[in-house]
């Protein structure tokens, strides 16, 4: 079952995070910094952690939520990119910035419903998660799933039902994409054993 | 959902999304792409020592210098997995705060004063110490605590030194001694720093206080991960909302200190209403008969008015959790050196569990499997003329002298020591002066129950000896502080560790050194050669022991464990996988036939094998004759936990962070991005009635002591009344360290220094604090 009707790619990559399996240790942040030399400096990170605080039917809950880029197949970060920089692969859907094109007018990180860009000083141009690719074309995993200690985060390729993803989605009794409302039509998927989280 | 959101573009945005059918840009970019495939230029094999479950991993080097970290799929123990320290593992070894020579002091104790020297100055003055210390009071006053990989290599250098039994790896006494003495009373076997809990194939688990998502080890996480995935029921219990709470089906404050009060309800549940596994208590136990009366008066309601969980609460979960038994489990937790009577709560933990019949079967405790491997070849340190010296003069055991613990609770001692009262020995200078001291790689100001009295202790020693990485705060007061490499820049002796799957970690390095710093044989070499012991290091370093042992190995093991960076023996395929709609009971039934077969097995219960405890009756003491014998209760009581002298007086509790280590990786730059400073949580009622609000700068006071920096105070019903929490590990005043100088306030001045009078190890939570605003 399809959310929707996606459009063909060669590959679909897709992540889907069990979101009952996150424990909230931080180690697909470290390991996405040490992997991508993000620069350092608290608010920059290609991925997080959210912690969220709530009370239900007066019982504390407090819910870990991993963020990424959703590789959106409708991406508004690159129809209001300016200068061409923020791309979208036709091969395989992920999006990218192309940094001596990026010209840091920042229109992109205001345009991502999930906040999932942030500038890097260093590069002098916006950065944001590939979904590892340069350790896919080398047979590795992102590096967040690869660490990822609760095994909350997998990925893989929808277009291959044998992939993990293909069988969590299948095998799912309740699946939710953030903010479908804004038609982004991410590729990123939560699952979770208990209620759906957003 | 809280991602930040900014509304301008919103109404663009929406109508682009409406507007436009979800597309793939055809975007002649895809041939722009300037990403280029991400290859290593070396991969070296390791195992980490950002703590002390040791995962094995790969360290990816491009030019020249440590890239990434990555976890070795081919381990058990963490599955290519690390987390957060492990992964920040470059940033120590890239530290520029690191210790970089050898470095004797010239100013007074405690000012940090230095002056570099060479390793051949170093050595000679650590050898004259020694030899001065031993000439003048004997080699007994030689005192070390330790931990970590290099201990074997830093513990020969005492026994060659002639040192005795005055050794400790804080491991015991500040952390696992009470629960491991409370299971060898009642299985015979301490649990260890790898704790046989089988939580992946459990399907209800109780934790008491063991906040496993923050004082995380990597797989014990990923298996309790694991059961939230096959939907195990978790019950948590601890009077503070962890991370762990937030994982958990119910959450159950309590008040802290009647967590065996809890425990023995439960008992007392499963007695009455007859839930027990009758075949395995008949089977592999005695005492049960003395245990029915015994459990009589811990009902329920009475459970309720000291826990403060309801009775109602208490019967449910005794109930629930008997109907999965075996394939369930009450996790004993992991520093439980708390209110003095651990190790009877231990016992309470570990009886309840015996009712449930869970040793060695699928979701209880499995039974830990170890490879043999050959040790270095090395001459015995017993024929050391100091060890024989020693011997001669068949010193008493300082530490073991000023308790009156039971032999039985002496023989766990034996191997792991008591910290706490070794620095007591050195403090009262009794029952004789321990006049020499070696802090390998454990920093005693900030592990111990009150620092302050660590600190008078060491103004008695003529010689205190550091060996670290980091100048942290104990290095301070050190005469030498000896610079250690990173395990990233070094070899290793091979470790074998006894787990589910047992398997063996390999060491070696990634880059050369990046400071003029050693290994722990090389240092230990040095200053033996100095004292004309050099032949009891026949290695210079850790490469010549690791060798040693690898060249004894049988070929093919060998050649795979240089290939693959580890060996193991398992998991075996047919692990159980819960998860789906499996019955677990055909998912159990599969896994142990196929255990049958495979070369080691942990759940030999489970397969009906024949096993035997190491106690005195063979079986499983639920009473215990041994204890008796001792006057101590021979079956758990109730104590209950002391109380505040004075009004708004709060109980000093504390805890980790996941992105932290103990003490040890304050200064890491990127583990400081996740957690820089800690605070002090507290009750918003008790806040209100000293008049505290949620941010405010405050300092705890106890006595005529202050906590020597303000912190923030966090005002949250998280955290039960009455009892105060700070994250351990802070309050640091190295100014070495500069990247965590100043910052929080440190628990090992507040703590109290009581001792669990059964086990000997500490019990921290008994101390009372006042909190005020500045």
Known sequence: ?198 | MQIKRRTFLKGALAGSALLSLPLVFDSKADAREELKPYKPDKVTFNFCEMCFWNCTEKVFVNDGKVRKLEGNDKSPLNFGKLCAKGQAGIKTLYDDNRLKTPLIRVGERGEGKWKKVSWEEAFEFAAKKFKEVIDKYGPETIGLEMHGTGEPGIHRLFEVLGGTTNFAIPAYSQCTGSRDVGFYYTFGAALGGHEPFDLSNSRYIIMLGRNETESLHVSELYHFSKAIGNKAKIVYVDPRYTHTAAKADKYLQIKPGTDAAFVLALINVMVTEDLINHDFVDKYTTGYDKLKPHIAKYTPQWAQEQTGIKAEEIIQIAREISSFAPNCIIVPPRRSTRYGDDTQFARAIAIANVLLGNWFQPGGFFKPNKIKVPNADMPDVEESKYAQLAQQKNAANAVLSLTNLPTTTQEIVGVLGLDNILWEAIRTQKPYPIKAMISYATNPLFHTGDSNKVKEAISKLDFYMVVDILPWEHTLYADIVFPESTYLEMYAALKSIGWKYPYVNFREPAVDTIYDTRDIWAIAHGIAKHMGLGEFFPFSDAKGVLYSSLNQMPKDQRDKLLKDGVISLGPIPEDADLSGDIDPKVAYQKMLDAYKKAPFNPYPIALGEDVSFNTGSGKIDIYSDSLAGNSFDPLPNYTPPNKPKKQNEFRLIFGRVAVHTHARTQDNEWLLEHYDDNNVWINPQDAKSINIKDGDKVVLVKGNLKSLYPVKAKVTDKIIQGTVFIVHGWGRFSPYTTRCYEKGVSDAEFCSNDTDPLSGAAAFLNSFVSIEKV
């Not at chain 1, 009707?5 to 679909?12: A, D, G, H, I, S």
């Not at chain 1, 002098?124 to 990822?148: H, I, M, N």
């Not at chain 1, 390729?157 to 804004?182: I, Q």
């Open chain 1, 1 to 198: 079952m399809a959310l929707f009707e996606r459009p063909k790619k060669e590959k679909n990559y897709a992540m889907v995070i069990v979101q009952d399996r996150c424990v909230d240790c931080k180690a697909c942040e470290v390991a996405c910094k040490a992997m991508w030399e993000v620069p350092d400096g608290k608010l920059n990170y290609r991925t997080k952690v959210l912690d969220i605080d709530k009370v239900e039917n007066s019982e504390r809950k407090m819910i870990f939520m991993p963020i990424l880029c959703n590789q959106c197949d409708n991406p508004p970060c690159v129809w209001v990119c300016p200068t061409g920089a923020s791309y979208k692969r036709k091969s395989d859907g992920i999006v990218l910035v192309t940094p001596n094109m990026c010209i840091g007018c920042k229109a992109c990180m205001e345009a991502c419903p999930y906040d999932a860009r942030y500038y890097n000083e260093e590069l002098g141009a916006v950065d944001k998660c590939t979904f590892c690719l340069p350790r896919l074309e080398s047979g590795l995993e992102p590096a967040c799933v690869q660490t990822c200690v609760g095994g909350s985060r997998n990925f893989g390729d929808l277009n291959d039902p044998n992939s993990v993803v293909s069988k969590l989605l299948k095998e799912a009794t309740n699946y939710w994409v953030l903010k479908p409302e804004d038609g982004t039509f991410p590729n990123d998927f939560y699952i979770s054993n208990s209620a759906k989280v957003e």
